[in-house]
């Protein structure tokens, strides 16, 4: 009822839960950072201009939005941003972390794929206002990060 993927959609975060690789996706295999009950988390191939490395977390069955997915998924997605969380600020020293999720069109939702943003912030960063200035990034610029994050990720519980 609430869904908006066109007729025959590729869906790219699903190439990604499924550990694929395909010339219309960003994300490659070196970016996934965690592998949990239910989730994925990898680093985004798009970044904001000061906001490095922050992390994209999906289910591993395709849901659309935040109306078809299941309970038990919030739950381990929620988890899951938690622990991301717990990571950034040991691997980057960030001031704090922010998190969004999106929903259809209007609420700026542009995968059709449930997915949740955890953004690594720092005071005066402006991510809100400087959106728009996003740009795609490498698998090679990525690599540092997501590095870094797995090794964090090994230290929380």
Not at 129 to 134: F, G, I, L, N
């Amino acid at each position: 009822m609430y869904n908006h993927a066109p007729p025959n959609y590729l869906c790219p975060f699903c190439t990604v839960a499924s550990g694929q690789e395909h010339e219309t996706v960003y994300t490659v295999a070196s970016d996934i950072v965690l592998r949990a009950n239910l989730v994925v988390g990898f680093i985004s191939s798009h970044w904001r201009p000061r906001n490095p490395g922050h992390v994209i977390l999906i289910p591993w069955d395709h849901y659309e939005n935040i109306y078809d997915l299941p309970d038990e998924y919030g739950t381990e997605i929620f988890r899951a941003s938690r622990r991301i969380a717990l990571a950034m600020k040991a691997a980057y020293g960030c001031d704090g972390v922010s998190t969004r999720q999106h929903n259809e069109p209007a609420g700026y939702q542009d995968v059709w794929h449930f997915h949740q943003h955890v953004f690594p912030r720092y005071t005066g960063d402006e991510l809100y206002t400087r959106s728009a200035e996003r740009l795609l990034t490498t698998p090679s610029k990525r690599r540092p990060y997501a590095d870094k994050l797995r090794s964090a990720l090994a230290n929380v519980d």
